[in-house]
């Protein structure tokens, strides 16, 4: 991520800003360690989605009681700032919530410097510096960061639907907070869209947010004991009127064929290429979990290999979707080892289940990879496994066909050495001849890789013979 931009950047500036803001606590100040607060904390958010890594939350934790105290105490501090510029001088409502807002602002202060006191700088640096190297690992603007923005768009853009149906302030609430995690995400992830979206995204949701304090504002003045009924109403009235002018700008941009929401979608990924991102979200989650990424590799491009070359055989049809569901599951066959070598592949199971379903997968075929990564060791798929009974029976021939490809991949690559660089298939006679580089019929692999190929052949019902590339049929290489 841009040096400028990045988790070291702004968890950086939350110290520097911190040293600001404990002399006054002024308004200016406060903002600027809230806004850097918030950007690490976004980060967070963003990067909780694919990372397991503890950090994240503990990063969060440590930074959130300041967070909370410095939100009480900015909230305070726009309520005087409202107030101050919608009345008079000589307006006696206007003087009444000015003094109430300055005794409250004394304890939220008091609040703030006590949470900044708390505040662990040291622990917060250690797991800054820690997590930077993490965000590395995904690129920024790449098809993970753009999957994550669809699906902050999907679910800012229906709250908007909610919002304009409803039109009830806690429906506008909730709108502002959905466009803000759309925000947040472009901002720290996409920069180059951010660059042209930026200046539109802060413009509504300084709309939503003024929406939202006015609100707050409104229910204060409703409630505030002693004042007289007619000021009452005419501080109501006012705020009214600046919450419509505030609606109104906010539906001028945002309605009709040529609203920002399209402009957004457009530039974000969709059909084909949100189903890449979907899987590319599910395999940078693998990544972080999976503590020999090579071996995983390695057994993907053999599975591969074994699926395009029987495919063409005419072993079974080739489909796309069958392929992207065997690729996904054998960059992820070995997560569950971050649980422990016991068992692995249900480990694996239970993690893939526990996934949120991303924009672009569907629960069906997240449980379809799933089921693929569980069988590629251990037992035999059997009807009445969970794993199975959990997928449609059309579909279950299929995912213990892919299952199959999948055992056979890994034990080429049991060893982890890479010694097996690619696989060749041929149909002769009615059999499946899989010639393999690197493979010998004598290495203690070779009894492994006869058993694996049982799944393969009851699922396909042919039999399959693995030979040396020295000694089989040349054929043209697949994959």
């Not at 400028?4 to 200016?28: H, I, M």
């Not at 021939?397 to 097996?420: M, Q, T, Y």
Request: charge should be positive.
């Amino acid at each position: 991520m841009d040096e400028k931009s990045g988790l070291a950047y702004w968890a950086g500036r939350v110290l520097q800003e911190l040293a600001n803001v404990t002399r006054n606590f002024d308004p200016d100040p406060v903002h600027d360690l809230r806004v850097a607060l918030r950007r690490c904390r976004s980060m967070a958010d963003g990067f909780l989605l694919v990372d397991p890594d503890p950090g994240w939350k503990q990063l969060k934790k440590v930074g959130k009681g300041l967070f909370s105290r410095l939100g009480e105490l900015r909230d305070m501090q726009v309520m005087e700032e409202w107030v101050t510029g919608l009345g008079e001088p000589d307006d006696s409502i206007r003087n009444d919530l000015l003094r109430l807002f300055a005794s409250q602002e004394i304890a939220l202060k008091s609040n703030a410097q006590l949470a900044a006191q708390a505040f662990d700088q040291e622990k917060w640096q250690f797991l800054a510096g820690r997590l930077a190297a993490r965000t590395r690992a995904i690129p920024s603007e790449g098809l993970v960061f753009q999957q994550m923005a669809t699906e902050r768009w999907q679910q800012a853009h229906e709250l908007h639907r909610q919002a304009l149906r409803n039109r009830t302030q806690v429906a506008f609430h909730h709108l502002r907070i959905g466009l803000k995690k759309f925000r947040y995400t472009v901002e720290n992830f996409l920069p180059q869209r951010h660059e042209k979206w930026g200046s539109d995204l802060r413009k509504l949701q300084d709309l939503l947010g003024e929406v939202h304090d006015l609100d707050v504002l409104a229910g204060i003045v409703r409630t505030l004991p002693g004042l007289a009924s007619e000021g009452r109403q005419r501080w109501q009235g006012r705020i009214h009127q600046e919450r419509q002018q505030r609606l109104e700008k906010y539906r001028s941009k945002m309605l009709g064929r040529h609203s920002l929401w399209h402009v957004w979608r457009e530039e974000l990924p969709q059909g084909a290429r949100l189903e890449q991102a979907a899987l590319a979200r599910l395999r940078a989650w693998g990544a972080f979990l999976d503590s020999d990424v090579h071996h995983s590799r390695r057994v993907t491009k053999l599975a591969l290999q074994l699926y395009e070359g029987l495919a063409r055989e005419e072993v079974f049809r080739f489909s796309e979707k069958q392929r992207r569901i065997l690729e996904t599951a054998a960059l992820l066959h070995d997560v569950g080892l971050a649980k422990g070598n016991r068992a692995h592949h249900k480990h694996t199971y239970r993690l893939i289940r526990k996934i949120a379903v991303p924009i672009g997968c569907t629960l069906p075929e997240l449980s379809a990879i799933g089921a693929v990564a569980r069988y590629h060791r251990g037992a035999l798929p059997r009807p009445e496994h969970k794993c199975l009974r959990r997928i449609p029976a059309s579909a279950r021939p299929s995912i213990i066909r892919l299952a199959g490809v999948l055992r056979l991949a890994n034990a080429f690559d049991f060893s982890h050495d890479g010694s097996v660089r690619s696989l060749r298939v041929e149909r002769s006679a009615g059999t499946i001849l899989i010639s393999s580089d690197g493979y010998s019929s004598t290495a203690p692999e070779a009894e492994r890789i006869a058993a694996a190929r049982h799944l393969l052949e009851a699922s396909c019902q042919v039999a399959v013979i693995v030979r040396p590339s020295s000694t089989a049929p040349r054929v043209a290489a697949v994959g």
